[in-house]
């Protein structure tokens, strides 16, 4: 039986790796459903080629080019946020894999988990902004959540096999990303271009310069807290340079358990997938001979504040990761846009958390709200910044 997949988002870096783990696979994995957001020229190729049951745009203004371009195949069309959280509920679906970017990410989500959906999460952000509640959906529907982010995949291969053993902690790695060893006074000026170069990993705009503040770190150690049930003392970050190591788990009795690989998404992008299985593949094998040093050191909270920021917000917990999350999404994207300095991505998030009100144990209803207002406060502060 071939496992059908829903691919949410896969037109990004995620999505298109995922495919590419598809295509090499096509005894396994079947493509049921892809959803987009805008770009809809990759969207109406990745159709033709996998001929999905389904398939949703986003922007609901490309709904007529996409059926058009499309008309004649057996696929059936949808537009909209709604129709996006809606499809994960198809009965002919058995993974949804969630690789859309920021809080987006949240209600398919939820809903997949309610129509009892394996989900491969790729989507941070989604357990970030909501880890509570979607802890308590997924016990109550007892699904399973796998792992694609290349650290919890780690953890989680670590993981296989232990049972009930308990975890002492987790060690997540990090590359420190483009600007490791710098200052303040270099992070000032740095460009975008600059920030968009990452040493190690080929990942989407967002969260490169996520990478680039460390912020994913902090997502990874939140997005940790909720999968592996931790405490945030349980959850400590290295820096590892080389990004071979992606992440380890140390026992009750000392020892310690590393996955290591060639920094390539489809490596855990598949281990989801096939789980519980192993597939053979062709991938580049890594050799202890090409990395005769690997290198370890603390992350550097005072030139990136970012990464405290997090650990702040993961012990206040409620709605304050919320908070963060579309603090740093508004950042970014300003960012992104030029509108905004390196630097002023930190000083934005500091201000929302201390302006949006705190609430202890948030609905969903609430943190919606919070995210509206997160991000209306941020751009009366991006428009005051403007460069
Ligand atoms: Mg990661």
């Given at each position: 039986?071939?496992?059908?997949?829903?691919?949410?988002?896969?037109?990004?870096s995620?999505?298109?790796?995922?495919?590419?783990?598809?295509?090499?696979?096509?005894?396994?994995?079947?493509?049921?459903?892809?959803?987009?957001?805008?770009?809809?020229?990759?969207?109406?190729?990745?159709?033709?080629?996998?001929?999905?049951?389904?398939?949703?745009?986003?922007?609901?203004?490309?709904?007529?080019?996409?059926?058009?371009?499309?008309?004649?195949?057996?696929?059936?069309?949808?537009?909209?946020?709604?129709?996006?959280?809606?499809?994960?509920?198809?009965?002919?679906?058995?993974i949804?894999?969630?690789?859309?970017?920021?809080?987006?990410?949240?209600?398919?989500?939820?809903?997949?988990?309610?129509?009892?959906?394996?989900?491969?999460?790729?989507?941070?952000?989604?357990?970030?902004?909501?880890?509570?509640?979607?802890?308590?959906?997924?016990?109550?529907?007892?699904?399973?959540?796998?792992p694609?982010?290349?650290?919890?995949?780690?953890?989680?291969?670590?993981?296989?096999g232990?049972?009930?053993?308990?975890?002492?902690?987790i060690?997540?790695?990090?590359?420190?990303?483009?600007?490791?060893?710098?200052n303040?006074?270099?992070?000032?000026?740095?460009?975008?271009?600059?920030?968009?170069?990452?040493?190690?990993?080929?990942?989407g705009?967002?969260?490169?310069?996520?990478?680039?503040?460390?912020?994913?770190?902090?997502?990874?150690?939140?997005?940790?807290?909720?999968?592996?049930?931790?405490?945030?003392?349980?959850?400590?970050?290295?820096?590892?340079?080389?990004?071979?190591?992606?992440s380890?788990v140390?026992?009750?009795d000392?020892?310690?358990?590393?996955?290591?690989?060639?920094?390539?998404?489809?490596?855990?992008?598949?281990?989801?997938?096939?789980?519980?299985?192993?597939?053979?593949?062709n991938?580049?094998?890594?050799?202890?001979?090409?990395?005769?040093?690997?290198?370890?050191?603390?992350?550097?909270?005072?030139?990136?504040?970012?990464?405290?920021?997090?650990?702040?917000?993961?012990?206040?917990?409620?709605?304050?990761p919320?908070?963060?999350?579309?603090?740093?999404?508004?950042?970014?994207?300003?960012?992104?846009?030029?509108?905004?300095?390196?630097?002023?991505?930190?000083?934005?998030?500091?201000?929302?958390?201390?302006?949006?009100?705190?609430?202890?144990?948030?609905?969903?209803?609430?943190?919606?709200?919070?995210?509206?207002?997160?991000?209306?406060?941020?751009e009366?502060?991006?428009?005051?910044?403007?460069?």
């Amino acid at each position: 039986m071939k496992k059908r997949i829903a691919l949410l988002g896969s037109t990004g870096s995620i999505g298109t790796q995922t495919l590419d783990v598809i295509r090499q696979f096509p005894d396994k994995f079947e493509v049921e459903v892809l959803t987009a957001y805008n770009n809809i020229d990759l969207l109406i190729q990745q159709a033709i080629e996998f001929v999905p049951n389904t398939i949703v745009i986003g922007n609901e203004l490309k709904y007529k080019e996409l059926t058009d371009a499309l008309s004649g195949l057996p696929v059936k069309i949808f537009a909209g946020s709604d129709a996006i959280s809606q499809v994960v509920e198809m009965d002919s679906i058995d993974i949804v894999l969630t690789a859309m970017v920021g809080f987006s990410g949240l209600l398919p989500t939820l809903n997949a988990i309610k129509a009892k959906k394996t989900i491969a999460l790729a989507n941070k952000e989604t357990l970030v902004v909501a880890g509570e509640l979607i802890k308590k959906s997924v016990l109550e529907n007892n699904v399973k959540i796998l792992p694609v982010d290349s650290e919890h995949s780690a953890i989680f291969q670590c993981l296989a096999g232990e049972g009930y053993n308990e975890i002492e902690k987790i060690i997540l790695t990090a590359s420190g990303g483009p600007f490791r060893g710098k200052n303040v006074d270099f992070l000032k000026q740095v460009t975008l271009e600059q920030a968009l170069k990452h040493p190690n990993w080929d990942m989407g705009a967002k969260i490169t310069i996520d990478s680039a503040t460390l912020m994913n770190k902090g997502f990874e150690a939140i997005e940790a807290k909720w999968l592996f049930d931790l405490k945030p003392e349980q959850i400590d970050i290295v820096v590892h340079p080389q990004s071979i190591i992606h992440s380890l788990v140390q026992f009750a009795d000392g020892s310690l358990k590393a996955q290591m690989g060639l920094p390539d998404m489809k490596l855990p992008i598949l281990y989801a997938l096939a789980y519980p299985e192993r597939l053979k593949t062709n991938f580049p094998r890594f050799s202890f001979i090409d990395y005769p040093e690997l290198h370890f050191e603390k992350p550097d909270l005072k030139n990136f504040k970012n990464l405290a920021l997090a650990y702040f917000a993961m012990d206040k917990a409620g709605n304050m990761p919320c908070i963060l999350n579309a603090a740093n999404e508004a950042a970014v994207y300003a960012f992104l846009c030029k509108k905004i300095g390196f630097l002023d991505i930190t000083d934005i998030i500091m201000q929302a958390m201390h302006k949006v009100n705190h609430i202890k144990h948030p609905g969903l209803d609430e943190l919606i709200q919070t995210d509206n207002e997160t991000r209306m406060y941020c751009e009366t502060l991006i428009n005051r910044i403007i460069i």
